[in-house]
């Protein structure tokens, strides 16, 4: 059973920066930023194989965004760089312990078991 817990939402003006956490208790093999906007569904928004690092972002953050982790604190962090009033949502972070097959699929929503429970983020 893996537990996941966000932190590091806030408000911040268009251009400025945060960086999300997400601290598991178990080590997942695959972890993912999702994001859901006010009448949106949940997208994909950046992910990260556990074991070699390999990382994968939506078109609309790449340049802006980085995801890494820190294995010793069982902490995965998404840097939030050049913010725009249109990556205003809700963002969760996401967690499998199994095997995603195709590097192509990582953004959907079905791959993940375990979810936390949110960390707002605002950019007006």
């Known amino acids: 059973h893996v537990q996941l817990v966000e932190s590091g939402g806030g408000s911040v003006q268009a251009g400025g920066s945060l960086r999300l956490s997400c601290s598991y208790t178990r080590r997942p093999n695959y972890v993912a930023w999702f994001r859901q906007g006010p009448g949106n569904g949940r997208e994909g928004v950046a992910a990260i194989v556990i074991l070699g690092g390999t990382t994968y972002y939506d078109d609309s953050v790449t340049g802006r965004f980085t995801i890494s982790q820190d294995n010793a604190k069982n902490t995965l962090y998404l840097q939030m760089n050049s913010l725009k009033p249109d990556d205003t949502a809700m963002y969760y972070c996401?967690?499998?312990?199994?095997?995603?097959?195709?590097?192509?699929?990582?953004?959907?929503?079905?791959?993940?078991?375990?979810w936390g429970q949110g960390t707002q983020v605002t950019v007006s």
């Open positions: 996401a967690a499998t312990q199994g095997f995603i097959c195709y590097r192509s699929s990582w953004p959907d929503e079905s791959n993940y078991n375990y």
